[in-house]
């Protein structure tokens, strides 16, 4: 294990377990269980490391993406959690609130999961550029969706939480998808320049 992954595991390890201690002490079953899958989820992606090689830079975007889940569920910012601030209004005629902090972290981790999806498939493939830049939007697309079959269960199984409606929902896919084409396309540029 290099010095930056043993970093890594305990700057990931450490806001994991003070958030876990804060949200206990909330009674937050919401944000505990939210803790517990992303700790699953970084056990997988660490015990396959050997296999996967994920560059040690794509790993702490990760872990990065855990941490501001976890600040937009535990942070208040004037009176409401840091997901509903809106730091960019914007004037539209639907209504809905745009861009909230949920919705950029939204971006940002579908651009992760198209960044790791793109880091697997250059390694095990021959698809042309256009090819691995599809499977990969589609494959963050996934990813995203699987993210909001969580909170969806999440709704139905634990009183008073606070993921949104269908609204919610329908814009974290759009903005899903804009993240992913953007991991995507800044997938192929890195791996490109630096092949």
């Known amino acids: 294990m290099t010095t930056s992954r043993i970093i890594l595991a305990l700057f990931t390890a450490g806001y994991l377990i003070a958030a876990a201690v804060y949200f206990t002490s909330l009674g937050n079953t919401e944000f505990l269980g939210y803790i517990g899958a992303v700790t699953v989820l970084l056990l997988i992606v660490a015990c396959t490391l050997h296999y996967t090689c994920f560059p040690d830079w794509l790993l702490w975007l990760?872990?990065?993406?855990?941490?501001?889940?976890?600040?937009?569920?535990?942070?208040?910012?004037?009176?409401?959690?840091?997901?509903?601030?809106?730091?960019?209004?914007?004037?539209?005629p639907t209504g809905l609130t745009f861009i909230k902090v949920d919705q950029i972290v939204h971006t940002y981790g579908s651009a992760v999961a198209a960044l790791f999806v793109y880091s697997?498939?250059?390694?095990?493939?021959?698809?042309?550029?256009?090819?691995?830049?599809?499977?990969?939007?589609?494959?963050?697309?996934?990813?995203?969706?699987?993210?909001?079959?969580?909170?969806?269960?999440?709704?139905?199984?634990?009183?008073?939480?606070?993921?949104?409606?269908?609204?919610?929902?329908?814009?974290?896919?759009?903005?899903?998808?804009?993240?992913?084409?953007?991991?995507?396309?800044?997938?192929?540029?890195?791996?490109?320049?630096?092949?």
């Open 62 to 92: 990760l872990s990065l993406l855990m941490l501001l889940h976890i600040l937009g569920g535990g942070l208040m910012v004037g009176g409401d959690v840091l997901y509903n601030y809106v730091p960019l209004p914007i004037e539209n």
């Open 120 to 195: 697997f498939l250059r390694r095990r493939t021959d698809f042309s550029w256009l090819s691995m830049l599809l499977i990969t939007v589609l494959a963050a697309c996934g990813i995203g969706a699987i993210n909001e079959i969580i909170e969806f269960t999440t709704t139905l199984t634990v009183e008073d939480v606070n993921v949104g409606g269908y609204y919610n929902t329908a814009v974290d896919l759009v903005v899903n998808l804009v993240g992913a084409i953007i991991g995507a396309a800044l997938g192929l540029w890195f791996w490109k320049r630096t092949a």
